[in-house]
């Protein structure tokens, strides 16, 4: 199953291979709420799930699309829209792949099938105004890329191949605060001058990262002020703006910068990454826009610790790792339930202490 979203190509080769994809997702759907209806005490509800699934299924396998909006105000709806439709079904997806191991949540099923069917019937037509549209926008794209030198373009593209590289062979597992999340859905889509990023769920996503090019035919300092307003109050949002040179006004908004929810990075094609370094969400963000290839993965430093430690507490993984208590918690759940870690303390003990277990001889 993809985790990309796609929206590169002709307005209807967009909705058919999104299409295709969600199929795929509400099938698979289909067989895991069998499972669970085997094994579940709420099987009235579990089959008006399915019934329904089933309906959405043979709507969105009929190529009539008459059903569906007619008017579409842009290209940024229209990929909405497909966005919605997408994540909507890999959200339902995932949750039935969850309760198969954790248990049936009933609730959490029908707000995310609701929330699908409101995506099926969300979807718009590509009608030609959209699609000339479309057309002007491309050519203007074009243009603008073919206008770069041909030394700037090939290490613009150099750079976004490196971070899309980066960001299919790594995700983050700790976001800034503090808050553990492995578990968390990761996805990406790129373009000839951009690439975005972002960590969380079709209601909530904590994490978006995006880099571009940027052109600097305004003072950029008035539009990333403008920008700030925009990202939401529980999301952090690290955006990278990539040049050839950046001028000096530039480099010290950028090296001062700070703000709540907003991080700010500008690539530098020849001299690298510049930003605020005494600002601690935009250093614990940094990986995912500097040139280096990987990270080492949570489970493998947690492993590490483990091994260097007879006995540990939540406080110490706390402070070793940078995780809230919170965090910290669901991480040592993980490893006590997968019977890597066993909890040794008093019941009266507020700090937590875990020790490895002992492979039986």
Same mark, same amino acid.
């Given at each position: 199953?993809?985790?990309?979203?796609?929206?590169?190509?002709?307005?209807?080769?967009?909705?058919? !291979?999104?299409?295709?994809?969600?199929?795929?997702?509400?099938?698979?759907?289909?067989?895991?709420?069998?499972?669970?209806?085997?094994?579940?005490?709420?099987?009235?509800?579990?089959?008006? %799930?399915?019934?329904?699934?089933?309906?959405?299924?043979?709507?969105?396998?009929?190529?009539?699309?008459?059903?569906?909006?007619?008017?579409?105000?842009?290209?940024? =709806?229209?990929?909405?829209?497909?966005?919605?439709?997408?994540?909507? #079904?890999?959200?339902?997806?995932?949750?039935?792949?969850?309760?198969?191991?954790?248990?049936?949540?009933?609730?959490?099923?029908?707000?995310?099938? =609701?929330?699908?069917?409101?995506?099926?019937?969300?979807?718009? $037509?590509?009608?030609?105004?959209?699609?000339?549209?479309?057309?002007?926008?491309?050519?203007?794209?074009?243009?603008?890329?073919?206008?770069?030198?041909?030394?700037?373009?090939?290490?613009?593209?150099?750079?976004?191949?490196?971070?899309?590289?980066?960001?299919?062979?790594?995700?983050?597992?700790?976001?800034?605060?503090?808050?553990?999340?492995?578990?968390?859905?990761? /996805?990406?889509?790129?373009?000839?001058? %951009?690439?975005?990023?972002?960590?969380?769920?079709?209601?909530?996503?904590?994490?978006?990262?995006? #880099?571009?090019?940027?052109?600097?035919?305004?003072?950029?300092?008035?539009?990333?002020?403008?920008?700030?307003?925009?990202?939401?109050?529980?999301?952090?949002?690290?955006?990278?703006?990539?040049?050839?040179?950046?001028?000096?006004?530039?480099?010290? *908004?950028?090296?001062? *910068?700070?703000?709540?929810?907003?991080?700010?990075?500008?690539? =530098?094609?020849?001299?690298?990454? $510049?930003?605020?370094?005494?600002?601690?969400?935009?250093?614990?963000?940094?990986?995912? *826009?500097?040139?280096?290839?990987?990270?080492?993965?949570?489970?493998?430093?947690?492993?590490? %610790?483990?091994?260097?430690?007879?006995? %540990?507490?939540?406080?110490?993984?706390?402070?070793? *790792?940078?995780?809230?208590?919170?965090?910290? /918690?669901?991480?040592?759940?993980?490893?006590?339930?997968?019977?890597? $870690? !066993?909890?040794?303390?008093?019941?009266?003990?507020?700090?937590?202490?875990?020790?490895?277990?002992?492979?039986?001889?």
């Amino acid at each position: 199953m993809s985790e990309k979203i796609h929206e590169i190509g002709s307005l209807e080769d967009i909705q058919n !291979i999104n299409t295709e994809n969600v199929i795929k997702n509400i099938e698979h759907s289909l067989l895991l709420i069998d499972q669970l209806i085997q094994s579940s005490e709420n099987i009235h509800e579990l089959r008006s %799930f399915r019934k329904k699934i089933s309906t959405h299924l043979s709507e969105i396998q009929d190529k009539n699309l008459g059903k569906f909006n007619k008017k579409t105000s842009d290209h940024n =709806d229209f990929i909405s829209a497909e966005k919605r439709f997408y994540e909507a #079904a890999g959200d339902l997806h995932a949750e039935f792949e969850k309760q198969l191991n954790d248990g049936i949540n009933v609730k959490s099923i029908r707000i995310l099938l =609701d929330t699908f069917e409101i995506s099926v019937n969300s979807r718009l $037509i590509p009608t030609s105004e959209l699609k000339k549209q479309i057309s002007d926008m491309k050519k203007s794209e074009e243009s603008h890329v073919e206008l770069l030198p041909s030394d700037v373009k090939n290490e613009l593209h150099l750079y976004l191949n490196m971070l899309q590289t980066k960001y299919s062979k790594n995700r983050p597992e700790i976001i800034f605060g503090g808050d553990y999340v492995k578990d968390l859905n990761w /996805k990406y889509v790129s373009g000839d001058d %951009f690439i975005k990023a972002r960590l969380g769920s079709l209601l909530e996503k904590p994490l978006v990262l995006e #880099a571009h090019y940027q052109k600097m035919e305004n003072r950029l300092i008035d539009q990333i002020q403008i920008m700030d307003n925009k990202v939401k109050k529980n999301q952090h949002k690290c955006l990278c703006l990539i040049n050839e040179s950046w001028d000096e006004e530039t480099k010290d *908004f950028a090296s001062r *910068f700070v703000h709540p929810n907003l991080v700010l990075y500008l690539y =530098d094609l020849d001299a690298g990454l $510049i930003f605020n370094k005494g600002n601690k969400m935009a250093e614990h963000y940094a990986f995912w *826009f500097n040139t280096e290839p990987d990270m080492k993965k949570l489970d493998e430093l947690v492993m590490d %610790f483990i091994d260097d430690h007879e006995y %540990f507490t939540e406080y110490e993984v706390a402070e070793a *790792f940078g995780l809230n208590i919170k965090g910290t /918690k669901k991480l040592l759940k993980g490893l006590v339930d997968n019977g890597i $870690i !066993i909890d040794v303390s008093f019941e009266s003990e507020i700090n937590k202490k875990y020790t490895k277990i002992k492979p039986k001889d």
